[in-house]
């Protein structure tokens, strides 16, 4: 429990709603579970609904500039139908699986500077109240940790991680959001990008990788940015030579010249994907780069550290000082 509070909307001496998840950190398209303790108040109250809802910081990119948001990204109904006894206590187990697009909010245990929460909300005689909000803390399916820890020993440096706004064209995004984890390129690639953008698109059957390089420009030419677009299955993880494919999937980002507002060309065939994935070029537009922050080293792959001076704890906070005064009509559905 985070943010206990009174549910000031359902009156003075009301019940009141504090929600614990389970511990552990929480897998895209896994199951979310925990327990929400209700509370009695003064009067017996019919409990018409409980529900939780998912929120993330999300930037977005505008004339004026840039600016943050929360964005409701899924909503669940977990309990209701019931009567709530003056000063009862009752507990409300739930169960619900994440989309499979979730941001990934920590690596190695180390936080990305990512913000989720689940915020709960109680639903009494047709008066709403959202009560409890908790952090939510998400790592990354193995194929996620695959193509990072071979990122990690392609010499390639983590910069900072972000959620995005809008929706990478040609891809079957179904968030209206994507996550964007900027990383520096390794030595060998540094004369030819500035930095690499990495954003992963998990579905039941596998997921897109998606990969963005900030090309530098030569002499006689400007520099300009470059996408390409792999897919892998969740199968035989552990069976692929992973530092083979991602660098080959580098390679082909490189050497791709195609800048924005060209055609996509589907279905190219990768050859180091040894039947797990293909590559596909194309020129949609994503957003530029987020902030920059500060990297640790670390012996397992990409290493990520304290990011921006945050620590867990702090993070915690941020949670609440972002999503605790935040309005519906802000909330992007």
Partial sequence: MVF??????????????????????ALPGGALSGQVHLQGGGTDVDIEHIGL??????????????SEGAVVFERFTVGGGFRLGEGER????????LPWETPV????????????????????????????LDPLTVRPLPAQEAVLEALGQLEFGFRSADLELGRIGGTGQQLPFYQEIELTPAPRYAHAVNEIE????????????????DKRGGFFSEGHDAVTRFTVG????????????????IQQLVE????????????????????????EHHGHHRSGPGVGTAVAAGAAGLAVGVVGGMVAAEVVDEVGDFFEGDEEEGEEE
């Fill in 53 to 66: 809802e998912l929120l993330a910081r999300v930037e977005a990119e505008h004339d004026g500039g840039e």
């Fill in 90 to 97: 009752r507990s409300v187990p739930f169960s619900v699986t």
């Fill in 105 to 132: 909010t920590e690596l190695y245990g180390q936080p990305l500077g990512i913000v989720l929460g689940v915020r709960t909300e109680l639903a009494v005689s047709g008066a709403k109240d959202k009560g409890d």
């Fill in 234 to 249: 969740h199968d035989g993880v552990a069976h692929q030579d992973w530092n083979t494919l991602v660098d080959g999937w």
């Fill in 4 to 25: 206990k509070r009174l549910l000031g909307s359902l009156g003075v001496g009301g019940p009141t709603v504090d929600t614990v998840l389970d511990p552990g950190a």
């Fill in 198 to 213: 990495l954003t992963f698109l998990a579905h039941p059957g596998g997921m897109e990788v998606v990969l963005e390089a």
């Fill in 256 to 279: 791709h010249r195609a800048a924005y507002g060209t055609h996509a060309s589907y279905g190219h065939h990768d050859p180091y994907a040894g039947g797990h994935g293909h590559g």
